[in-house]
């Protein structure tokens, strides 16, 4: 018998068996959710060169994939997320406008990717033109976008679904002015990430009862200045409980924990750059009453 | 009847108020940054996907730009790799702006993405990992007190590249003792410097640069450096190194 008839045969009698039978002597469940993660990737798709000090001979879009294929075999559910400047930072870019970047993280199956603001290197023409290959979204809910095309394809989040686990997914991009050629941005307007930020985290957490809020950011890990970063941005928020961050290429140690503004943890990494590393992360959620949860420990990082 | 479907009325309702009353609790994270080093193993269809495209890139990157004699290294404050590019801005910026007077070029350190460019032969990949950014050339003309802006901004970075006839030294995050053709720049009341259209466009924090007019030759820098190094490689002649300070430091 094979595989299909298998299961074919077994549903029909088999469901009223396997329906969970709501119950006070019910076992807590509990599910695994494997986040995967990149940022400023910069279209370093082959390894890199003997040149490149530390870098030398790391990365690469091929081994990026068969690591991502081993995870996928081993895990039920995977999320792979990029945090942008998946664009520009070798020929690859220069001479096939992203072409092949969008290509290879279609293939690995990214589920989003935020805007860096190097993805409007080729224009915001050239970043919809390559982004018609993908199927996943850029997230993004602090640009204000006239452009047309760019508008179509970025979402200020998407919500997934990993088996019982429902996870929003918003995004946050940098101040382009003065880092981005106007001529590029087409009209593209920053507004601040924190009062974009928070009604969207919110309705992900209240409305839509995500059980996780995941913000992509290209904001950068820290600064020196008032300008914001991920770090001002998780003490200035609350319903984030990941941000995945960009732009300033930390090679974190591990992740750093935060507390947003009511005191609740928040989680913020960042891989460094060029694809050396990819971010792991695995969560281990249990389904219990509110306040009742027998697998819970105080968050730390391990 | 009526009693069974009262009761999974009764049923139903529990079951809808249970469902609301559980939630997922984040229990628990593990996380791990994963190395893709050489012990990673490479997909051979993803490579099949790749290898079209970098057969065309290696032929065009291995392409040769002449010879150096000494490895050029990248550094603050001053550098042989910042001083050589920082020289070839200068040189080229003249032959494309011709007729218009210059006094020196700089470079945003950040935008030189190359730790170190081996001895040997040049190669047009080199210069594209140098200058993966499309920065195109600019003219400006500034007066002093905007030069002065300028150069305790590249003095709180740690000092930028900058091409020969211009020298300061960096005390306390601060240029002093500015100099361009060895000569004070209390002397004179403007200048003209050739830099990367992304800086006179107000990068890097130099937005007191962007309402200033500018002459852009809206040519890419890596192409003028490739194409400078082309011309002397046709002539026989290899890229100057200079490894004069330009910056002092005084602690």
Redesign the interface.
Known sequence: MNRRNFIKNTTASGIALWMPI?SIFEKEQ??KLTILHTNDV??R???F?A???RMA???????????I?EIRDQEEQVILLDSGDMF?????????QGE?EI??ME?MKYDAATIGNHDF?GGADGLVKQMRQASFPLINCNYTIEHEGLHQITKPYRIIQKG???IGVLGVGIEL???V??KLIANTRYNDPIKAAQPVATFLKEEEKC??VICLSHLGYQYRNEKVSDLVLAKSTRDI?LILGGHTHN?LE??AIQSNIDGQPV?I?Q?GWG????????????????GR?L???P???? | MKKIWLLSGIFLF??AC??K??????????????????T?????A??A??SP??T??QR??SLPLGELATTLKKGKPNSNLGNWFADILEEAGRFIFQNKPIDFAFQNYGGL??????KGTIKV?DI??LM???NTLCLMTIDRATLQQLLNLMAANGGWPISKPLSYTLQEEQAIDIQVNKMSIAERDSFHVLLP??IA???????FL?AIPRHNSHLYI?DIVIEYLTKLQEQGISSPVDTTRRILVKK
């Open positions: 709501p509990l599910t910069h279209s798709i082959d390894p060169p040149n490149s000090g001979g790391l990365g690469g879009a091929a081994r990026r994939y068969q690591l294929q520009q930072g070798t020929p690859y870019f220069n001479y096939f092949l290509k290879l293939q290197d019982p686990i429902k002015d003065g880092l050629p106007e059980d996780l409980d090679f591990k992740p989680i990494n891989v694809g050396v590393w990819m971010g792991r992360f695995d969560l281990l959620f249990e389904k219990n009453k509110p949860c697998n819970c420990q968050l730390l990082i391990g | 529990l079951t249970k469902s009353q559980y939630v997922q609790h984040l229990a628990k994270a593990e996380t791990a940054h994963i190395k893709l080093d050489t990673a193993t490479a997909d051979a993803i490579e996907m790749i495209y970098r065309t890139l065009e990157m993405r190359l730790n170190a460019i081996d990949g594209y990992s993966p950014f499309d259209d992304y466009n107000g990068g890097d924090d130099c937005f962007k890596r």
